[in-house]
């Protein structure tokens, strides 16, 4: 990582900035190769984020490249686990509490659902930052990225931001794109303020646990699923199986029965008094809707059975919150080179 500014960076005016000006810069981190040849700012992917914990390298201490290797990670849900030297530039307490709460509610700007989940959650309009106000979908994940990293350090206390921020793109970048600093839009301003606001306000209660992690779900077959074939004068009775997991966290889910190498087309998924139909539009909703609880799979019996097979696939968002960091003897304490 270095701190190079060739994606741009957008500054915010904190309670030391006197009215005339003083805005303090936010810059993106990047990823490199290790050569340090190629450089892509690593905000833009759809399933992570990275932020300074304080306003260290990176961020703003000069114009020249350094390369740090962030080396030593945390867990930040256990707070007891992270090594005592390391844990020494965090906050704790309540601030530590607060400050993991806007990093589990974090969103992933470039990710449309992610990003659209904070903005429903903070009551911010999505419109605010559209291409009618100025607003490039690089600009407005910047912007959401730069709010997020300066909720971290209001809490890190490093920065003391205003209570109602002010943010600006910096001039390069406009005058690049050949437009007017969109940030003079009240509409846009309120906005960025409600989002900073959801960070920093009442929402944010520090109910996040230290020492558990949220659950990684995951599931399978209980110990409960021994299936048997039973054949009545109309049909054969698969089961009884049970799936373990909570459906309500599914990412996607797939479930595919087949007879042999076929696709079986005239199934039907019922309860566990092998009679009551579970509702769903397909083997796999039924099968979804069965979770926790004892099915059956009834097939007629003028089917020819070689061998019944159910397949399923489920994929489920998990969450991680990590704490990076040199090595203490590259300079730790000194110079705030830590990431999360």
């Known amino acids: 990582m270095t701190n190079n500014r060739n994606s741009g960076y957008y500054e915010f005016q904190t309670t030391e900035s006197s009215t ?3 805005y303090e810069p936010v810059f993106k981190v990047v990823k490199t190769n290790s050569s340090g040849t190629t450089e892509t700012p690593y905000n833009n992917g759809e399933n992570e984020i990275i932020y300074c914990l304080k306003n260290g390298v990176g961020f703003g201490e000069g ?6 290797h962030f080396t030593q990670k945390f867990d930040m849900y256990n707070y007891d686990g992270i090594d005592s030297t390391y844990r020494a530039v965090l906050p704790s307490g309540t601030n530590y509490n607060k400050l993991l709460w806007i990093l589990d509610h974090a969103c992933v700007p ?6 659209q989940a904070l903005f429903n959650a903070a009551d ?7 291409s009618a106000n100025g607003i490039t979908a690089q600009m407005r994940n910047d912007i959401v990225d730069a709010v997020q990293q300066i909720a971290i350090w209001k809490y890190t206390g490093n920065l003391t931001p205003k209570d109602q921020i002010g ?22 301003a309120v906005n960025v303020n409600k989002l900073y606001q959801y960070f920093v306000g009442s929402a944010n209660n520090g109910q996040v646990s230290q020492t558990t992690k949220p659950i990684k779900y995951e599931m399978g077959f209980s110990e409960q699923s021994k299936p048997n074939i039973e054949e009545t004068d109309t049909n054969y009775i698969i089961g009884p199986f049970k799936i373990t997991g909570d459906a309500s966290k599914l990412k996607s889910f797939t479930a595919n029965l087949t007879n042999g190498s076929s696709a079986i087309s005239n199934a039907q998924i019922v309860g566990s008094d092998k009679q009551t139909q579970i509702s769903g539009n397909s083997v796999a909703d039924k099968i979804k809707n069965s979770f926790g609880n004892q099915f059956y799979i009834i ?10 097979k159910l397949d399923i696939d489920a994929k489920y968002d998990s969450k991680d919150i990590t704490y990076w960091s040199v090595p ?10 830590s990431v999360v």
């Open 328 to 337: 203490v003897s590259e300079g730790l304490l000194a110079d705030r080179k």
């Open 124 to 130: 911010v309009s999505a419109d605010a930052f559209s």
């Open 63 to 68: 114009n020249s490249k350094t390369f740090n």
């Open 299 to 308: 097939v007629p019996s003028n089917t020819e059975i070689t061998t019944i």
């Open 110 to 115: 470039s990710n449309d659902a992610s990003r």
């Open 167 to 188: 943010m600006k793109i910096n001039k390069e970048t406009i005058t690049a794109m050949g437009i007017t600093d969109p940030f003079d839009e009240d509409n846009l």
């Open 20 to 22: 005339t000006g003083g």
